[in-house]
């Protein structure tokens, strides 16, 4: 068995704008996975994935609007981030296995007509989800992330990938607050910190960086497979990228030229922060959200 941290529910407490419940799945490899379920059971389901090194308390100012408009929203957090068990070995983390897992949870809670809302890894993850399992997703909305498959890394992110292998410090909230425009408050600092109390539970997010796609790496051939489902998604595809992201600027451009849901769609939108724009601009993203459930007709 490896070797799990799970962190103690005391770290959680009296977060800032967190009520919501917390759910748990129980992985086939007997890892805890925490996740958001909030609204009507039989809503059409809103899946929030996030990336690195954030959790589900990123999308927190989305989770109210969307449910106050009759849906449900589902927020997962990955192995190895908020409320969910973390590997303390970066070994033992791989792209492929946060597919499966995620996969895993999906099909038990047998989730259709997913509206998919995906930033960093989140879009990684959750786009390689629509790729195996087309049919249970009614739209997609992707907000700086991607689905590399190879391509060079970007400057930003080589940098961002070397600090991550190398400095002896991984400050999780002043990292989100970075990569933040609007100034976050030390509780808010305190609660992207939270889930991380010592260096071994910081494995999963220490080797997310260096397991990214870009250039060689093992995980291409199942994008470019990913890549070739993508090309004949037809649903709604919604482009909701930042103005002041560096490392994903740009971004959006294969997805509108090769998904065929994103070709011509009027609802893409150029969102008002720099990467983690759920804190810069939830509103806005929110809307882009249930613009591109209505467009899928759920």
């Not at 591109?292 to 759920?298: F, N």
Request: aromatic share 10%; glycine share 8%; net charge neutral.
């Amino acid at each position: 068995m490896p070797l799990v941290h799970r962190t103690p529910d005391s770290r959680f407490a009296n977060l800032p704008d967190y009520p919501f419940q917390p759910r748990y799945h129980l992985l086939r490899e007997g890892l805890r996975m925490h996740y958001i379920d909030e609204g009507d059971a039989d809503a059409t389901p809103v899946l929030m994935m996030h990336g690195e090194p954030s959790w589900s308390y990123l999308y927190r100012h989305m989770v109210g609007p969307v449910v106050e408009a009759g849906y449900r929203v589902l927020a997962p957090d990955l192995i190895g981030f908020g409320k969910s068990d973390k590997l303390t070995r970066q070994s033992e983390y791989s792209y492929a296995l946060h597919v499966a897992w995620m996969r895993d949870w999906v099909e038990t809670m047998d989730l259709r007509n997913i509206v998919l809302a995906c930033q960093d890894w989140g879009s990684l993850i959750g786009l390689r989800l629509v790729a195996e399992m087309p049919d249970r997703f009614a739209g997609v909305v992707l907000s700086n992330g991607g689905l590399p498959a190879g391509d060079p890394a970007p400057d930003a992110f080589r940098k961002w990938r070397a600090f991550s292998k190398h400095s002896p410090i991984f400050p999780v909230g002043k990292i989100l607050q970075k990569a933040t425009v609007r100034t976050l408050s030390k509780a808010e600092v305190g609660a992207y910190d939270a889930p991380f109390p010592n260096r071994q539970s910081k494995a999963g997010a220490r080797i997310f960086p260096s397991l990214v796609p870009l250039g060689e790496n093992e995980a291409v051939p199942d994008q470019i497979k990913a890549w070739e489902v993508l090309e004949t998604f037809a649903k709604p595809f919604t482009c909701a990228f930042s103005d002041k992201d560096p490392i994903t600027r740009g971004g959006d451009t294969k997805f509108r030229e090769k998904v065929p849901g994103a070709k011509d769609n009027p609802l893409h939108h150029t969102l008002s922060g720099h990467h983690f724009i759920q804190e810069d601009d939830p509103e806005g993203f929110a809307a882009v959200i249930l613009e591109t459930a209505k467009r899928a007709g759920v």
